[in-house]
């Protein structure tokens, strides 16, 4: 061989090394996405309907809807922190405020954390709510409402229950009393309600009746509902995130955010429950976070979707969070005992290191026992991160919130 031939060998050895390399991590990524079921955002937008919309902005916004006249769904979904509150566990009737202000309120708690609502309603988000209540995966929707469902589309069932959920939209007070029997009777009660009062309001009725090709006096709770699902679909669609840039056009990550996708994609697991054009596999499982406040259950228990289905394999099982623009929305898990996302991450993998046990009363340390137990059935039990790969893979969900929309 003349050494000149040797010579450029070598250089395209010296150079090809790093830069095929790279390439190989970034195509293994790019693929992993793609087989996880990634999807440019318009691909799952539904067919939006931008007069009910505007209504549902009206609803969305409107203290109308609850009992006590001063909560809408906007007091706990706000912009400010990413479509949900920013607290712990949600805060409703007779809240004041935003963010902690409204923590310092004499507030009805709620025993979940606030859901984000990117994506709600669009294409295949059919399963709602933490414990799954609302479920339109077989095809037909499943609900506290059994076979008086009031409609065929998950999401407007969704809005029905909000505004009669206790502490929520109705407050806790004698005169609410009756309404406990919380049965679909009562919730029709509540409802019509409601109706009657936007009925009774032009600014909000007149707008509506004409969406919905309605007189004035035909609007139900129904409409109300649908009107709601309308703005949910508009307003909070997906948008393009880096994932989405890097995948689909070819744009860079960095090395972190690189070493990150990796990880979730391969040695760390996260997308055999983080999947889909969602990140969320839409099924229930048990990861042991700690729990924070009373508990569903009461006593600091939740049960999660056991509630529902009474099936010891549900216990301690929650439906997979979806992760878009996830660093906006913390606190995080179901009772929102997650102040960050490098503890959230870590109590998936090692939730030992944050609990002192022996500081736990008894019926505690015996739930963190069964959480785990439990947990040992799901595919992070034994996955190992140390701290480098754990702020690796945060980078990376940092990648997975919405980038501004270009000008049209
Ligand atoms: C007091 C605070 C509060 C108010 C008011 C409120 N929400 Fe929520 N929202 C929550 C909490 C907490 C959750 C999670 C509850 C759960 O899953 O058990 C949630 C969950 C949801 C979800 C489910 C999202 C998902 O991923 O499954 C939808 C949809 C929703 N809310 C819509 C609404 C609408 C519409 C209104 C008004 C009619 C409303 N919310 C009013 C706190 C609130
Ligand atoms: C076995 C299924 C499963 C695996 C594997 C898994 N997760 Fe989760 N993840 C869940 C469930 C279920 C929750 C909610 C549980 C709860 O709140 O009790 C959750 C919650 C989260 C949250 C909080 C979201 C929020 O809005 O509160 C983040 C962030 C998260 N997971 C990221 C990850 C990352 C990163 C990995 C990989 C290291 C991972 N998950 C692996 C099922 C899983």
Redesign the pocket.
């Known amino acids: 061989m003349k050494s000149a031939t040797k010579l450029m060998i070598a250089i395209a050895l010296f150079t090809a090394v790093p830069v095929a390399a790279e390439t190989m991590r970034e195509a293994v990524l790019r693929k992993a996405a793609l087989e996880n079921g990634l999807r440019p955002a318009e691909e799952l937008w539904p067919v939006f309907e931008p007069e009910k919309a505007a209504v549902g902005k009206l609803l ?1 916004e409107s203290e109308l ?1 609850s009992l006590t006249r001063n ?3 906007r ?3 706000l912009d400010e922190f990413g479509s949900a ?1 920013g607290l712990p ?4 009737a007779g ?1 004041v405020g935003a963010g902690i202000e409204r923590m310092k309120s004499p507030a009805g708690v ?1 025993s ?6 990117w994506g ?1 309603g669009g294409v295949g988000y059919d ?5 799954g209540r609302v479920d339109a995966r077989s095809g037909e929707v499943l609900s506290q409402f059994g076979a008086m469902a009031p409609s065929d589309d998950p ?1 407007v069932v ?2 029905h229950l ?2 009669v959920e206790f502490r ?2 109705i407050g806790e007070s004698d005169k609410t009393e009756w309404l406990r029997q919380g049965d679909v009777a009562t919730a029709a009660k509540v409802h019509e309600e409601i109706a009657n009062r936007i009925r009774a309001t032009p600014e909000i009725a007149a707008p509506m009746a004409a969406a919905f090709n309605l007189n004035i006096e035909e609007l139900t709770y129904l409409q109300i509902a649908q009107g ?1 699902a309308a703005f ?1 679909r508009s307003e909070f669609r997906l948008r393009d995130t880096k994932l989405h840039h890097f995948v689909f056009d070819g744009e860079e990550l960095t090395e972190q955010e690189l070493a990150g996708g990796l990880l979730f994609y391969g040695r760390a697991q996260c997308a055999s429950c983080h999947t889909g054009p969602y990140f969320s596999d839409f099924e229930f499982h048990a990861i042991p976070f700690a729990q924070f406040g009373f508990g569903f259950n009461g006593f600091g228990i939740d049960y999660g979707r056991y509630n529902f289905t009474q099936d010891p394999q549900d216990l301690y099982a929650f439906r997979t969070p ?1 992760l878009y623009n996830v660093t906006k929305t913390a606190p995080y898990s179901h009772s929102g005992g997650e102040m960050d996302l490098v503890e959230t991450v870590r109590a998936h993998v090692d939730p030992l290191a944050r609990i002192d046990t022996s500081k736990l009363s008894v019926l505690d340390r015996t739930e963190v026992y069964h959480k785990i137990a439990r947990w040992s059935q799901e595919s992070s039990y034994a996955v190992e991160l140390n701290d480098r790969e754990i702020a690796d893979i945060v980078a990376f969900l940092s990648a997975l919130d919405f980038e501004p929309e270009p000008e049209r």
């Open positions: 969305f809807l909560v809408s769904c007091s706990c979904h509150d566990l949600g805060h409703g809240g709620l979940r954390n606030a859901l984000a609502l709600r399963v709602f709510f933490w414990d999401l969704a809005a909000p505004t929520e939209m709601i949910i979806p």
